[in-house]
């Protein structure tokens, strides 16, 4: 970690590296808004001071995520290092009326991981999204929205009833089935479906106008 | 092209957003999800769920010179896109590894009847396949084994008194014996993802099976 900060303060001069802290305590008015800048000022001209400041933030964490689903460190790592490569090919298809950048990296790095899993057994279509799907009406408070969507889906998960959250945490942190999921926590299939189907109609009551 | 009408369960969107779905399971999902908007908020509910979630985790430490390394792949040319079939008239869209596989594994299976296989699990048997049937056209009576997930991507049949047109999604699962129809008013286009085989149910279709290979 402490290289990564080495590195940092080079690109410090670009002004990014001492925005994203305030959105990360999501203090802000509009927590995460300042990652979407940062992708926006990659689109618009490749600008490597934002690159550098999203790296640092998101790339120790995806890393993380690939290692819950039981990825190798080494292939943890090189899946983070794609993923944040993809941030900064594809920022200009980045919508920020539509989804948080957490949400949008969190999709990106899913997809290579499915990839990756793929190429292991030497089977071959590329996973692309449907993200970029036309949608009808985007409302004009959708970007403010979307940009404290990531907040407030935080907020919603910490008063979901505790047992509730750990079945949400489990099945997004582990690409096993449902069943063995179930298995793991030594309750029935149907308790795990049902907490799992309480927890996201909770969390769409709670967070309406994203969906 | 109206909204579908007919929708996957919460469960499979929920398995899509954390990425646990089988790849065709995966394809026949987008499929809808592309022409639905309605599971497009379900799933990007779920997705946000997994960007708070990840946004969340402890750090893991990174290499030393990874941001280094990573700068150093910025100019790097981006991998081609992938290379994809054309569109055929009045299909929905679909991913372009669906047409791709209708471009190029297309074969006739019986009169009327095309199928061209999309992915195959090889660890799982797990398969997906473009099923295309001509006007007025039914499939025998037949179940399955595990189940079953259809959208159709062009024209329309009829199946135990619904008519699944465009973009609708249908979950068939070891409970459903039946005989889909095609509309007298065209080809039917579906993509299909199965566990297994299908189980024929009378004398036609397991006539059929071997050549038909679904």
Redesign the interface.
């Known amino acids: 970690?402490n290289?990564?900060a080495i590195?940092?303060g080079e690109y410090q001069r670009g002004g990014w590296a001492s925005r994203p802290a305030a959105s990360v305590n999501g203090a802000a008015s509009a927590p995460g808004q300042g990652f979407a800048d940062m992708i926006g000022a990659i689109a618009a001209h490749?600008d490597?001071a934002a690159?550098?400041a999203l790296?640092?933030h998101f790339?120790?964490?995806?890393?993380?995520?690939m290692?819950?689903?039981g990825a190798e460190p080494s292939l943890?790592?090189e899946l983070?290092?794609e993923t944040?490569?993809a941030v900064?090919?594809k920022a200009a298809s980045f919508d920020p009326s539509?989804?948080?950048a957490?949400?949008?990296?969190?999709?990106i790095?899913?997809?290579l991981?499915?990839d990756a899993a793929?190429r292991d057994?030497?089977?071959a279509?590329?996973?692309?999204d449907?993200?970029d799907?036309p949608?009808?009406e985007p409302t004009p408070d959708a970007i403010l929205a979307a940009s404290q969507?990531?907040a407030r889906?935080?907020t919603a998960?910490l008063a979901l009833p505790p047992e509730q959250a750990e079945v949400?945490?489990l099945?997004?942190?582990?690409?096993?089935?449902?069943s063995e999921i179930a298995e793991e926590l030594k309750l029935p299939l149907g308790t795990v479906?049902s907490r799992?189907?309480l927890a996201?109609g909770r969390?769409?009551d709670l967070?309406g106008d994203?969906? | 092209m109206s909204a579908p009408t007919k929708h996957p369960s919460e469960d499979l969107i929920l398995d899509y957003a954390r990425g646990a779905l089988e790849l065709g399971r995966g394809l026949v999902l987008r499929a809808h999800l592309d022409v639905c908007p309605e599971c497009r908020a379900s799933l990007r509910l779920a997705e946000a769920v997994g960007g708070a979630l990840v946004a969340d985790l402890e750090p893991a430490e990174l290499g030393p010179d990874a941001l280094a390394k990573a700068l150093a792949r910025l100019d790097l040319p981006p991998p081609p896109p992938a290379p994809a079939g054309p569109r055929p008239d009045n299909w929905i869209r679909v991913p372009p590894d669906v047409l791709l596989a209708a471009e190029r594994h297309k074969r006739w299976a019986a009169p009327g009847v095309w199928v061209a296989p999309v992915t195959r699990d090889r660890k799982t048997g797990a398969r997906s396949y473009l099923l295309g049937i001509g006007p007025g056209i039914a499939v025998p009576l037949h179940t399955h084994k595990g189940t079953e997930l259809v959208c159709v991507l062009k024209g329309a049949y009829k199946d135990r008194g619904r008519v699944y047109y465009p973009g609708d999604f249908a979950e068939n699962d070891e409970e459903v014996e039946h005989q889909p129809r095609v509309t007298r008013d065209g080809e039917c286009v579906c993509l299909i993802a199965a566990d297994h085989d299908l189980v024929p149910r009378n004398l036609v279709a397991r006539v059929m099976q071997p050549f038909v290979r679904i």
């Open positions: 970690m290289a990564i590195d940092y490749a490597r690159f550098a790296f640092g790339a120790p964490r995806v890393k993380s995520y290692l819950r689903l943890a790592e983070a290092q944040l490569l900064w090919r539509k989804a948080a957490s949400t949008w990296i969190f999709t790095a899913r997809n991981r499915i793929r057994r030497r089977s279509d590329p996973v692309d449907v993200s799907a949608d009808p969507s990531e889906i935080r998960l949400v945490r099945s997004f942190f582990s690409d096993k089935p449902h479906k799992l189907r996201m969390l769409r967070l994203l969906a």
